[in-house]
T-cell receptor, first 113, second 111 residues
Framework: AQSVTQLGSHVSVSEGALVLLRCNYS??????LFWYVQYPNQGLQLLLK??????LVKGINGFEAEFKKSETSFHLTKPSAHMSDAAEYFC???????????FGAGTRLTVKP | NAGVTQTPKFQVLKTGQSMTLQCAQD?????MYWYRQDPGMGLRLIYY???????DKGEVPNGYNVSRLNKREFSLRLESAAPSQTSVYFC??????????FGSGTRLTVV
């Protein structure tokens, strides 16, 4: 069965620093991969998705992620953190016609002034 | 605004009480889902409905039932609430495999 592992339950960066949130997946077939963001007391919002097209995926708010099949990874990056990026981030995996999207445990991002 | 609407937003139940969480979407999506979110565990799928008239179990279905009332509405019922069901519940919908739209959640406490 497919699954995702997010490395680091908490990540803290300074404003303006690089953001790197790590996600590794396990899937027996080519996966679809997603990053979602959750702000306090809100639902999840889709940041970006990989669906077997370009391996470098650009999303909203300046985030991007690169699908690396050889490393089974889909890490999320942003060159320069902003205070408004403070939130919880979830990596998720599914595949076509599969209604069972599996989520990682989440990484809470803190941005220090 | 188009999206997924969940009611209620907050609920406190006593052990053994029953309740139904309501979810409606206005995006004409075929698929709908119920997840629970617990600290350190991410989101876990309870039940899903791939189309009107069908429902299937997810990862953690025990203690829950669902009804796909029509294409718009998908409800989650707790027949006899237990403290282990204290959680935040999210409904989501999808028209394709390419990502879900989530509601804002229901925070349920069972005492």
């Amino acid at each position: 069965a497919q699954s995702v592992t997010q490395l680091g339950s908490h990540v803290s960066v300074s404003e303006g620093a690089l953001v790197l949130l790590r996600c590794n997946y396990s899937s027996s077939v080519p996966p679809y991969l997603f990053w979602y963001v959750q702000y306090p007391n809100q639902g999840l919002q889709l940041l970006l998705k990989y669906t077997s097209a370009a391996t470098l995926v650009k999303g909203i708010n300046g985030f991007e992620a690169e699908f690396k099949k050889s490393e089974t990874s889909f890490h999320l990056t942003k060159p320069s953190a902003h205070m408004s990026d403070a939130a919880e981030y979830f990596c998720a995996v599914s595949f076509y016609n599969n209604n069972d999207m599996r989520f990682g445990a989440g990484t809470r991002l803190t941005v220090k002034p | 605004n188009a999206g997924v609407t969940q009611t209620p937003k907050f609920q406190v139940l006593k052990t053994g009480q029953s309740m139904t969480l309501q979810c409606a979407q206005d995006m004409n999506h075929n698929s709908m889902y119920w997840y629970r979110q617990d600290p350190g565990m991410g989101l876990r799928l309870i039940y899903y409905s791939a189309s009107e008239g069908t429902t299937d179990k997810g990862e953690v279905p025990n203690g829950y039932n669902v009804s796909r009332l029509n294409k718009r509405e998908f409800s989650l019922r707790l027949e006899s609430a237990a403290p282990s069901q204290t959680s935040v519940y999210f409904c989501a919908s999808s028209g394709t495999p390419y990502g879900y739209t989530f509601g804002s959640g229901t925070r349920l406490t069972v005492v």
